[in-house]
Each structure stands twice: as structure tokens, then as C-alpha cells.
């Protein structure tokens, strides 16, 4: 089964099985058109539909601007998967990370070193400053995305 999970962010996650898992990031002023077109070339090839399913993370009860691009992004998520037939599941954040940690209140850093710890390769940026200085921050997007994918997959 061909999965695509989403983590619906100012900086989204996105995972299909493998070895990596991605993350981009949209401006905000062109952030809906640059999505639309992203999801376009991921989700069709010479016209066919490249996924079984699309998965995300039901993120509802977030507050603020957060809540503004989720739904953003959620609706353009909507509409291809009408226009590509293809289902769309959501799952509870708490649910998913229950199943992928065991616990539905693991922390970010919980989720992001399970991943590695699976051999999944995340990315990453390397500290300028401040006490991480010279140390790896790992995209919690991505890491999201292999979780909401394992989740589905349980």
C-alpha cells in the first residue's frame, strides 16, 4: 500500500516508508499556491494517482495562527484527494502517539529519537547559537510524519 503521511505545518512533514523522511516550508505570503503545487507534483505522475492513502494528523484543538495554516493545508489535502480519489484518514494526535511511543503524552524529542532510533533518516540543521551551539536539531515535522505513517500502518 502506497502511504503518504503529512504533518500539516508552517514547516510540513511528509513520509511515504523508507529510509527518509522531508520536511518543507512555505512562505507565508504564497504558502496555499506553493502547497498546491507541491501536493500536485507528489501526488500525480503522467496522470495517475501516486497513493493508496493520504494520512495526517487531526490536529483540531490547535490555537492561533497554527490553527489557520493547518486548515489551509487540510483543505488543499481535501481537494486532491477528491479530485485523485483518494481516501483521506485522520488520526487523533494523542492516538498517534500512543501507538507509535505508547504513550499519548510523549514529547517531541520522544518521537524524534524513536525515528532515529528505527534507522530513519531525518533532517536536520546544525545550532549557530546558544547552548546547543554545534549540535543537530532534528525536524520534529518529519519525525511527525513517520509517526502519523506507523500509526496508520498499526
Not at 86 to 92: A, E, F, K, Q, V
Request: aromatic fraction near 10%.
Amino acid at each position: 500500500m502506497r502511504i503518504l503521511a503529512l504533518d500539516l505545518a508552517t514547516t510540513t512533514g511528509y513520509y511515504t516508508g523508507g529510509k527518509n523522511a522531508g520536511s518543507i516550508k512555505f512562505e507565508k505570503g504564497t504558502r496555499v499556491l506553493d502547497f498546491w503545487e507541491w501536493m500536485c507534483e507528489k501526488c500525480f505522475y503522467e496522470g495517475e494517482n501516486n497513493y493508496d492513502v493520504i494520512v495526517i494528523e487531526n490536529a483540531i484543538m490547535q490555537r492561533g495562527p497554527a490553527n489557520e495554516v493547518f486548515h489551509d493545508l487540510k483543505a488543499v489535502v481535501k481537494l486532491v484527494c477528491q479530485l485523485t480519489e483518494t481516501p483521506l484518514i485522520g488520526l487523533s494526535p494523542t492516538r498517534v502517539k500512543k501507538l507509535f511511543t505508547g504513550s499519548g503524552k510523549a514529547e517531541k524529542i520522544d518521537i524524534i529519537n524513536k525515528v532515529l532510533d528505527m534507522g530513519i533518516d531525518l533532517p536536520y540543521r546544525i545550532m549557530k547559537a546558544g547552548p546547543d551551539k554545534g549540535k543537530k536539531r532534528y525536524s520534529s515535522d518529519a519525525a511527525d510524519a513517520v509517526d502519523i505513517w506507523q500509526a496508520f500502518k498499526v
